[in-house]
């Protein structure tokens, strides 16, 4: 940890309430998993519709994603968290009390709107508030509380079912998230602003104030640094994205995204339920199984905080890759023959182990630490829309190429899955700069070094 600065309560605190929307991403992605089956029923829904379905929350987090970074530099990712926190209580509010489908698909989009914004603004406010030392850790902290959220949401299908509410279930399990949703946006009025932002506004003053109460001593040699980064960029206003000298941020943050849902995690998430399924499992010891998988996510989702700014970003990317891909192979093998089906769960465990501990641990850290100041909102929003744009593909198609276990083709997905691993390894060895405790402001000689 750097000798000037200290973890105080105001740092925690802004950390908690920001990554809270980790949680509501979380918990949005996993909990309609638990309501595969009875959608489908209920609303008659072919193969095509029920991936659209489930791909209508991704398509507004696309959007949400694509356009969230201007708002966040014009108005302070902070107040625009306000507007996302309110549209993941109208979705879980609009979502349980849904009479047909269309009304479902729109209250979906808003909570896919909400969710694209997160992971632009939440990664976005975490990097500029913490400390260079903390960073990789309190920037991951958004992902544990996705992990979290997860856990939440399979744990909160699994108690569902078990109370037998028939035709309603998928309601309540829906429901369930105006809960945590309320508790973010009244959490959001009693956090700071982005240092740097306001910074970026002229507000030195309160960006003073602010950079004192999450630990940094030298508060005003910090704002000169900054100040010094932002004349280099051209002040923050305006400035352009898609430039020569933005090139390797934008390689990086596009292929890290495109990684992230190649190793197939959305697709497993959205139809974990339907996979146990397709491999013979009942519905009850699918949901109990998915819980188990969640606690395993969570687990490995501690380790890789705990050792992301010691090992270093490249390492867990590595080894993600390698453990990810070997799992899907396995699994692709489990999928085309008619035996081994009970090794499905702790392969997907090990899966779920070297996603959390790789590439998960890793994408949002990543992401936001390696743009200028003066785009950082842009290039997070870059990020997290391809991001969501290749979850939306895989998860529009997983069920349109899925087969029950020991058809024609079921081991095909996963194949592909393994292979894009063994890709990913070849990538982020030859490409990918270290980043570890390298301050925001020394990020772009970082990577022109590299």
């Known amino acids: 940890m750097d000798s000037n600065v200290t973890i105080t309560l105001s740092l925690l605190g802004a950390t908690f309430a920001a990554a809270l929307g980790g949680l509501l991403f979380g918990f949005d992605t996993i909990v309609i998993s638990g309501c595969q089956q009875q959608l489908k029923e209920l609303f008659q829904l072919t193969n095509f519709q029920q991936g659209f379905m489930t791909a209508s929350a991704l398509i507004g987090a696309v959007i949400g994603a694509l356009t969230a970074g201007k708002p966040g530099d014009l108005f302070g990712r902070r107040d625009c968290l306000k507007i996302a926190g309110a549209f993941y209580l109208i979705c879980a509010l609009g979502c349980a009390l849904s009479w047909s489908f269309w009304p479902f698909i729109a209250f979906r989009l808003l909570g896919g709107l909400a969710v694209g914004a997160t992971t632009v603004l939440c990664p976005t406010y975490l990097a500029e508030i913490s400390p260079a030392a903390w960073r990789g850790r309190l920037v991951a902290f958004f992902q544990f509380n996705i992990v979290f959220g997860c856990l939440v949401a399979l744990f909160s299908n699994y108690v569902i079912g078990l109370l037998n509410i028939g035709a309603v279930e998928w309601r309540w399990k829906l429901g369930v998230q105006a809960v945590p949703s309320l508790v973010f946006f009244i959490l959001l009025f009693f956090i700071p602003r982005s ?256």
């Open 195 to 450: 240092p740097r932002w306001l910074v970026m506004k002229g507000a030195t003053k309160e960006a003073a104030t602010v950079l004192r109460a999450t630990g940094t001593e030298d508060a005003e040699a910090q704002i000169a640094v900054i100040e010094k980064s932002l004349r280099e960029d051209g002040n923050g206003k305006s400035a352009p994205l898609f430039v020569r000298s933005h090139f390797k941020p934008i390689f990086l943050a596009c292929t890290v995204a495109m990684f992230n849902q190649f190793d197939g995690i959305n697709a497993l998430w959205y139809y974990l339920n339907p996979i146990f399924t397709m491999a013979g499992f009942t519905k009850l010891s699918g949901d109990l199984q998915s819980v188990f998988i969640g606690v395993a996510n969570l687990i490995a989702t501690m380790a890789g905080m705990a050792i992301i700014d010691k090992v270093g970003r490249k390492p867990l990317l590595l080894w993600g890759a390698f453990g990810t891909g070997a799992c899907m192979g396995l699994v692709a093998w489990v999928f085309n023959g008619t035996q081994h089906h009970d090794w499905l769960v702790w392969l997907l465990v090990g899966f779920v182990i070297c996603h959390a501990f790789g590439q998960g641990a890793v994408i949002w850290v990543y992401i936001s630490e390696i743009f200028p100041n003066a785009v950082r909102g842009k290039g997070q929003a870059l990020g997290s829309f391809t991001h969501w744009f290749m979850a939306m593909i895989i998860s529009w198609t997983f069920p349109m190429v899925a087969r029950d276990a020991g058809q024609p083709g079921a081991g095909l997905p996963f194949a592909f899955f393994g292979i894009m691993m063994i890709v990913q390894i070849f990538v982020v060895w030859k490409f990918f700069p270290e980043t570890k405790r390298v301050a925001l402001e020394d990020m772009r000689g970082r990577l022109a070094s590299h």
